[in-house]
C-alpha cells in the first residue's frame, strides 16, 4: 500500500456538508477564502456502489483555493448509498476524502483493491471522466479520490487557483462568493 500512490501528490481535501452556502460562507468568514467555484447541481452517472449498479449520485459542489491545497465542499442531495453517505449517513458532514491524480487510474485502483482497500462508489462524472473513491477508512479515517489525467479536470483546478489569486482578500464578497462555472 505505501508505494502505490507515490507519485501522486494530494491536491485536495473534501468535505461533505448539509448546506453548501451556509458551508461556502462559513469557510470565507473562517479561512478568508475564496472564491468558491461552482454550485450548480449535478448528476455523478453511471454510479457503482460496492460492485453494484445502483441510481446517480445527485450533489452541489464547490472547489475553492487555499494557498496550494484545493478544497471542495460537497452538498449530497440524493438519498441512495454512496461513498458520501457510508461517512456521513443523513444530513451531517465533515472531513471525507483527499484526491489524487493518477497516470494510470486502473492500474492505481486496481492495485488498491489488491491491497485490501476497495472500490465505494465509481461514476461517471458529466464531463466523461470515470472516478473512485477508495475506501481507506481502517487505514486513514477517510476515502481517497481517484482522478484520471483530464484536461477538463486540470483546468477547473487552474481556474480555482487563478480566480483566488485575483480574488480582493479584504472585500465582503456577499454578490460574488459563489461563482458558477
Same mark, same amino acid.
Given at each position: 500500500?505505501?508505494?502505490?500512490?507515490?507519485?501522486?501528490?494530494?491536491?485536495?481535501?473534501?468535505?461533505?456538508?448539509?448546506?453548501?452556502?451556509?458551508?461556502?460562507?462559513?469557510?470565507?468568514?473562517?479561512?478568508?477564502?475564496?472564491?468558491?467555484?461552482? @454550485?450548480?447541481?449535478? *448528476?455523478? =452517472?453511471?454510479? $457503482?456502489?460496492? &460492485?453494484?449498479?445502483?441510481?446517480? !449520485?445527485?450533489?452541489?459542489?464547490?472547489?475553492?483555493?487555499?494557498?496550494?491545497?484545493?478544497?471542495?465542499?460537497?452538498?449530497?442531495?440524493?438519498?441512495?448509498?454512496?461513498?458520501?453517505?457510508?461517512?456521513?449517513?443523513?444530513?451531517?458532514?465533515?472531513?471525507?476524502?483527499?484526491?489524487?491524480?493518477?497516470?494510470?487510474?486502473?492500474?492505481?485502483?486496481?492495485?488498491?483493491?489488491?491491497? @485490501?482497500?476497495?472500490? *465505494?462508489? =465509481?461514476?461517471? $462524472?458529466?464531463? &466523461?471522466?470515470?472516478?473512485?473513491? !477508495?475506501?481507506?477508512?481502517?487505514?486513514?479515517?477517510?476515502?481517497?479520490?481517484?482522478?484520471?489525467?483530464?484536461?477538463?479536470?486540470?483546468?477547473?483546478?487552474?481556474?480555482?487557483?487563478?480566480?483566488?489569486?485575483?480574488?480582493?482578500?479584504?472585500?465582503?464578497?456577499?454578490?460574488?462568493?459563489?461563482?458558477?462555472?
Amino acid at each position: 500500500m505505501l508505494s502505490i500512490l507515490k507519485d501522486c501528490p494530494i491536491v485536495q481535501n473534501c468535505y461533505v456538508v448539509p448546506n453548501l452556502e451556509e458551508a461556502c460562507q462559513q469557510f470565507h468568514d473562517i479561512y478568508g477564502i475564496g472564491p468558491f467555484i461552482g @454550485g450548480g447541481e449535478a *448528476a455523478l =452517472e453511471g454510479h $457503482v456502489y460496492r &460492485g453494484h449498479a445502483v441510481d446517480p !449520485i445527485s450533489i452541489k459542489g464547490v472547489f475553492v483555493q487555499s494557498g496550494d491545497l484545493n478544497v471542495e465542499l460537497v452538498e449530497v442531495l440524493s438519498d441512495g448509498p454512496c461513498a458520501f453517505t457510508d461517512l456521513y449517513p443523513g444530513k451531517i458532514g465533515g472531513f471525507h476524502h483527499v484526491a489524487v491524480f493518477c497516470d494510470d487510474y486502473e492500474a492505481q485502483r486496481d492495485a488498491l483493491v489488491a491491497a @485490501g482497500y476497495p472500490v *465505494a462508489s =465509481e461514476f461517471t $462524472v458529466p464531463f &466523461g471522466a470515470q472516478i473512485c473513491y !477508495i475506501d481507506t477508512r481502517p487505514l486513514l479515517g477517510h476515502f481517497i479520490e481517484l482522478y484520471p489525467e483530464h484536461e477538463i479536470i486540470r483546468d477547473m483546478y487552474a481556474r480555482t487557483r487563478t480566480e483566488a489569486e485575483n480574488w480582493p482578500k479584504n472585500e465582503g464578497h456577499q454578490g460574488d462568493l459563489i461563482r458558477p462555472w
